[in-house]
């Protein structure tokens, strides 16, 4: 086995590990006891506001690569 | 955010992901089953939602080792391309029954990751055979990065809010019209836009971007699971979480494979 096998595999290992173990636990009070959290039974923006934002970035992309 | 507040505030709401609906399934359970209080057993909970990820990252590998075995034994792209293409196409079909019929995720989750897996066995066989050694690398930081970012999520230094959640799916949203885009201009010959497939400076730039985007992603993905199971969720739900996790990593584990291509080529 070469050093990258052996390298990225523990990585990707150790990872998994790291996932089953700490995916169990609720998130911390910080995290859950917060005023700003996502509600995910609403969506705060349309879609439209997405669309538009989407079109933004993709036309700042375009316009950064004119002046390249 | 108290529960029962926030059980108000689902209870009022119409989204499809977590709707009225998808409590009062809940409560009918609970009472079905002669119960006052939801248990485990009735409702999300994360340890479900870890456990339907891992069996889906099971499937994954398990259909991926078919076409990579077949790619390596007959060593010509030809003889998996159907099943890689048929398992792309086959799979964006699952997602989308599993993204409109969430009762239905688990029976149509695994059968996505399935068809996934063929897919991703196939591409990670291409790359491996022109930069040996790019898949376990892509896999290794892919899987790193979900780890990592479960850390910081679960930690509470990464704070998901509105403003976050709408950067971020515009932020995809953009990618996908970037993609979009290309795929049209490529099918009329004129080549795509150049420099998302570069490997200079720019191109580079853009993979890095676009792998921050899906990582940031998976941030969502955990609040939505932490959400659900904090509220009761109906238990097809941990197919669902784990489904939009499943999704999200074979998005990052692509564009991993791709960033690590434009670096080996220069």
């Known amino acids: 086995m070469d050093a990258n096998s052996l390298i990225f595999g523990s990585m990707a290992v150790i990872s998994l590990a790291i996932f089953f173990y700490l995916g169990r636990f609720k998130a911390s009070s910080k995290q859950t006891d917060r005023e700003d959290r996502i509600d995910w039974s609403t969506r705060q923006f349309s879609l439209w506001k997405i669309f538009l934002y989407a079109l933004v970035l993709v036309v700042g992309i375009v316009l950064v690569l004119q002046f390249i | ?266």
């Open chain 2, 1 to 266: 955010m108290s529960k029962h507040g926030a059980l108000n505030t689902f209870g009022r709401s119409g989204n499809p992901a977590l709707r009225a609906d998808t409590f009062s399934q809940s409560a009918q359970g609970n009472r079905s089953s002669g119960g006052i209080q939801a248990t485990d057993s009735q409702t999300m909970t994360l340890q479900g939602t870890v456990n339907k990820t891992g069996i889906l990252l099971a499937l994954v590998v398990l259909s991926a080792s078919y076409t990579w075995n077949l790619f390596f034994q007959s060593g010509d792209a030809g003889a998996v391309m159907p099943l890689a293409i048929g398992g792309a196409l086959i799979g964006f079909i699952f997602a989308l029954v599993t993204i409109f019929k969430k009762q239905w995720s688990g029976i149509t989750a695994p059968l996505y990751a399935l068809a996934e897996g063929l897919f991703l066995g196939a591409i990670s066989g291409i790359f491996e055979m022109q930069y040996p050694g790019i898949v376990i690398q892509a896999v290794g930081l892919t899987l790193g990065t979900l780890a990592s970012l479960l850390f910081l999520y679960k930690t509470g230094i990464v704070k998901p809010t509105e403003n976050f959640r709408l950067m971020v799916t515009s932020a995809t949203m953009g990618i996908g019209l970037l993609y979009l885009v290309s795929m049209v201009m490529n099918m009329f010959g004129s080549g795509g836009i150049g420099f998302i497939h570069s490997n200079g400076l720019f191109g580079i730039g853009f993979s890095l971007f676009v792998v921050a985007i899906a990582a940031l992603n998976l941030v969502l993905d955990f609040d939505f699971i932490e959400q659900g199971s904090e509220m009761g969720a109906p238990k097809y739900m941990e197919w669902f979480g784990a489904f939009s996790l499943m999704v999200t990593l074979i998005w990052l584990y692509l564009e991993m494979l791709r960033l690590l291509a434009k670096l080996r080529s220069r």
